[in-house]
């Protein structure tokens, strides 16, 4: 991840200050989630060295889970260890077994449900939203007051409110997540394990690298007015720098072709969607599954 101008402090009293300053207006976005039961939010940005910035909706019961000392249970020195994607806080433990300490983990959770008896923030039943990108990693942490036997069920019939939410309170909250910036702490990190792991060759990330190399797109497929459009892989390359607003000669340069190849390269795919208007383009990639 690229670095971001952002103030590290030294205790969790401070790391929540822009919480506090806030509390009322982050309360106000959240309101937006009525007549959906919510306990808790949190919103966090992490960066490199697990540096991170973040708001909270109860930030006194946070303050007391920080000075507990606990570590950050999915946490690394490159950011978040979860890919992206939607997850229940009850699997993470399984999901990072092999790579973290257990009994570091299971002292997360003991801790943490000590603490959270007269809090309204839990770590069980919870559900986040986990995004990436080249600045920051991305959490979106939701607890609702709904009964255990039914909390996935729950949360898999508002994940698309849910998603929609998180832009929602990247538009309203600009100046906490300002603030917050200035309330950096650095989480301490679960340590890695040393131990041998039943099945570790296959649920190791080294297995996921090795898959990967054999995944090489050839056509990319786009929906688009009804149709199924299909783009090669040049094509494909040509519409990503375009949407990046790359110059025709830049963007050529890369391509490895002349600028004249890539007018036409453009000219084509918009040929292929039966559009005139290059802003269209924007749209058709923006909206497709390999915008990122």
């Known amino acids: 991840m690229k670095k971001m101008n952002m103030l590290v402090i030294d205790t969790p009293k401070e790391h929540l ?5 806030h509390h009322e207006r982050l309360g106000e976005i959240l309101s937006a989630l009525d007549p959906l039961p919510i306990y808790y939010f949190s919103y966090h940005q992490i960066f490199n060295n697990g540096v991170t910035c ?8 946070l303050q007391k889970v920080l000075e507990s000392g606990l570590y ?37 959770l003991k801790t943490i ?11 069980d039943d919870a559900f986040f939203i986990i995004r990436k990108n080249d ?11 709904v009964k255990t036997e039914v909390h996935r069920l729950f949360f898999l ?14 538009s309203e909250a600009e100046e906490p997540i300002k603030d917050a910036l200035m309330c950096g702490y650095k989480y301490p990190i679960t340590p890695k394990t040393n131990k041998p792991y039943e099945c570790e060759e296959i649920m190791s990330h080294e297995t996921h690298t090795e898959i990967r190399r054999k995944f090489e797109l050839k056509k990319f497929r786009f929906v688009f007015k009804g149709k199924e459009i299909y ?25 490895g ?30 909206n497709s599954i390999y915008a990122r």
């Open 17 to 21: 200050n822009a919480s506090r300053k």
């Open 54 to 61: 973040g708001l909270y909706s109860e930030p006194e019961g």
């Open 72 to 108: 950050a249970m999915f946490l690394d020195e490159q950011g978040i260890m979860l890919p992206e994607g939607y997850y229940f806080s009850n699997d993470v433990i399984q999901i990072l077994t092999p790579e973290k300490d257990y009994e570091a983990m299971e002292h997360y």
């Open 113 to 123: 449900r000590e603490i959270a008896r007269n809090l309204k923030a839990s770590w």
């Open 135 to 145: 600045l920051y990693h991305e959490i979106f942490y939701f607890y609702f007051n």
């Open 157 to 170: 019939n508002h994940l698309n409110v849910l998603n929609e939410f998180c832009y929602y309170f990247l």
């Open 231 to 255: 783009l090669t892989s040049k094509e494909f390359n040509t519409l990503k720098y375009f949407v990046q607003s790359e110059k025709p000669s830049t963007a050529a340069a890369h391509l």
């Open 257 to 286: 072709f002349s600028v004249k190849g890539y007018e036409s390269t453009i000219q084509r795919i918009k040929n292929k969607f039966n559009i005139t208007d290059k802003k269209e383009l924007h749209e058709i990639y923006t």
